[in-house]
């Protein structure tokens, strides 16, 4: 039973990365299709995020009132159903209208996943569950650029997706029996969920909200501007310098597959100090003026180094909070790291447009050296 839930919980998390990326695999046909301006891509996007925080910070009430498995469920079910949608859509409101649901299933099973990790599986599980994440992020462009290439149109691409996640949504329709909860948890469930304002209070959440909100900007900002920073900087052509972009994505997930072995002989508090050591090393890469080379090391190494620190972040959640007061907290940090998310690369983007794209190393830098100081204090603050 625990190997074969395990396997349902890695499926769900790379049906979870699936349609993270296919917007901007997709958006270069659909916007022409569809007569609207390139930049409209930004508003799909933050209304899927506003979705996705929404969510995330009502994760605790949907799963106090019903399993993480039925959760789960109907999360994978609401993306198929935006997906599906996507794919039959022909004007911009309509795809306004489905990024909701898009991102509120999102969000959902991101943070109930999460959390039942975190409570039911060791820290290895964790780094694998968001390599997992990883795999169905660089599947779902590929799927599209499938599509795309045998003149099937971007709307097969989203129907391929769909279909696998309604496949999954059977999956777990007829694992429901699997996901259980033990005594101690049905008792938790029966006390009150905390609101926002009695999560922010408990000593180290605000810490560990600037924390996360931090390393997503960490990690989003490289994903997004990585290409922009080696073309304008390096010198690469665009085409190159949207191959050599990669090497972050490259670096977090084989850094996770990595960081599920190391986790046996680590704690979760070494993992993620080694973590933000690893990121210093690759924005001194970056910093150096060693060119192009070093450029690209530095960016693998960043992702090398962003690999450990989410997953560990989540999974000592109940540790440092108590369990009864974990998918409270994880639901707040999902919400804060998707706050980042919309607001910390936009941002650079305002000073790279004012200054210089140059200045990436050391806006990764800055926000380093802010998630370093915050996770600290809630080391202190938990006493771990």
Same mark, same amino acid.
């Given at each position: 039973?625990?190997?074969?839930?395990?396997?349902?919980?890695?499926?769900?998390?790379?049906?979870?990365?699936?349609?993270?990326?296919?917007?901007?695999?997709?958006?270069?046909?659909?916007?022409?299709?569809?007569?609207?301006?390139?930049?409209?891509?930004?508003?799909?996007?933050?209304?899927?995020?506003?979705?996705?925080?929404?969510?995330?910070?009502?994760?605790?009430?949907?799963?106090?009132?019903?399993?993480?498995?039925?959760?789960?469920?109907?999360?994978?079910?609401?993306?198929?159903?935006?997906?599906?949608?996507?794919?039959?859509?022909?004007?911009?409101?309509?795809?306004?209208?489905?990024?909701?649901?898009?991102?509120?299933?999102?969000?959902?099973?991101?943070?109930?996943?999460?959390?039942?990790?975190?409570?039911?599986?060791?820290?290895?599980?964790?780094?694998?569950?968001?390599?997992?994440?990883?795999?169905?992020?660089?599947?779902?462009?590929?799927?599209?650029?499938?599509?795309?290439?045998?003149?099937?149109?971007?709307?097969?691409?989203?129907?391929?997706?769909?279909?696998?996640?309604?496949?999954?949504?059977?999956?777990?329709?007829?694992?429901?029996?699997?996901?259980?909860?033990?005594?101690?948890?049905?008792?938790?469930?029966?006390?009150?969920?905390?609101?926002?304002?009695?999560?922010?209070?408990?000593?180290?959440?605000?810490?560990?909200?600037?924390?996360?909100?931090?390393?997503?900007?960490?990690?989003?900002?490289?994903?997004?501007?990585?290409?922009?920073?080696?073309?304008?900087?390096?010198?690469?052509?665009?085409?190159?310098?949207?191959?050599?972009?990669?090497?972050?994505?490259?670096?977090?997930?084989?850094?996770?597959?990595?960081?599920?072995?190391?986790?046996?002989?680590?704690?979760?508090?070494?993992?993620?100090?080694?973590?933000?050591?690893?990121? =210093? *090393?690759?924005?001194? @890469? /970056? $910093? &150096?003026? !060693?060119?192009?080379?070093?450029?690209?090391?530095?960016? #693998?190494?960043?992702?090398?180094?962003?690999?450990?620190?989410?997953?560990?972040?989540?999974?000592?959640?109940?540790?440092?909070?108590?369990?009864?007061?974990?998918?409270?907290?994880?639901?707040?940090?999902?919400?804060?790291?998707?706050?980042?998310?919309?607001?910390?690369?936009?941002?650079?983007?305002?000073?790279?447009?004012?200054?210089?794209?140059? =200045? *990436?190393?050391?806006? @990764? /830098? $800055? &926000?380093? !050296?802010?998630?370093?100081?915050?996770?600290?204090?809630? #080391?202190?603050?938990?006493?771990?």
């Amino acid at each position: 039973m625990y190997s074969l839930l395990l396997a349902v919980i890695y499926l769900s998390f790379i049906s979870l990365g699936l349609p993270d990326s296919l917007l901007g695999a997709a958006w270069p046909s659909i916007y022409g299709e569809i007569g609207v301006p390139l930049s409209y891509a930004g508003i799909l996007s933050a209304i899927i995020a506003a979705g996705t925080v929404l969510s995330s910070l009502n994760s605790e009430r949907l799963n106090r009132r019903l399993s993480t498995g039925v959760v789960t469920l109907l999360s994978v079910a609401a993306t198929a159903a935006a997906l599906f949608g996507f794919s039959h859509s022909g004007a911009f409101w309509q795809l306004c209208l489905l990024a909701l649901p898009y991102g509120l299933g999102a969000g959902s099973v991101d943070a109930a996943l999460n959390n039942y990790v975190a409570l039911h599986y060791s820290s290895r599980h964790m780094s694998w569950l968001h390599c997992m994440w990883g795999l169905g992020a660089s599947s779902g462009p590929l799927l599209m650029g499938m599509a795309l290439a045998r003149q099937l149109g971007w709307q097969s691409g989203y129907r391929m997706v769909g279909t696998l996640q309604l496949i999954l949504t059977a999956i777990l329709l007829l694992s429901l029996h699997l996901w259980k909860k033990p005594a101690a948890e049905e008792r938790r469930d029966r006390a009150a969920a905390l609101s926002i304002g009695q999560v922010g209070n408990i000593p180290g959440a605000k810490e560990i909200m600037l924390s996360f909100f931090c390393y997503s900007g960490v990690e989003q900002t490289a994903i997004l501007w990585a290409g922009s920073y080696l073309n304008l900087a390096h010198g690469l052509s665009s085409d190159a310098a949207a191959s050599f972009a990669g090497l972050f994505c490259m670096g977090i997930t084989l850094g996770r597959a990595l960081s599920g072995f190391m986790t046996m002989r680590l704690s979760d508090k070494q993992m993620i100090r080694l973590g933000q050591a690893i990121i =210093l *090393l690759g924005v001194i @890469l /970056l $910093l &150096l003026p !060693l060119g192009q080379y070093a450029a690209f090391a530095g960016l #693998l190494t960043v992702g090398l180094g962003c690999a450990p620190i989410y997953p560990c972040i989540i999974h000592s959640t109940p540790e440092h909070f108590g369990a009864q007061r974990s998918q409270a907290l994880i639901g707040v940090q999902m919400a804060s790291a998707y706050v980042g998310t919309c607001l910390l690369p936009p941002l650079f983007g305002f000073l790279a447009r004012s200054l210089s794209v140059k =200045l *990436l190393p050391w806006w @990764l /830098l $800055l &926000l380093l !050296l802010v998630m370093t100081l915050s996770h600290e204090q809630v #080391l202190k603050q938990c006493k771990a």
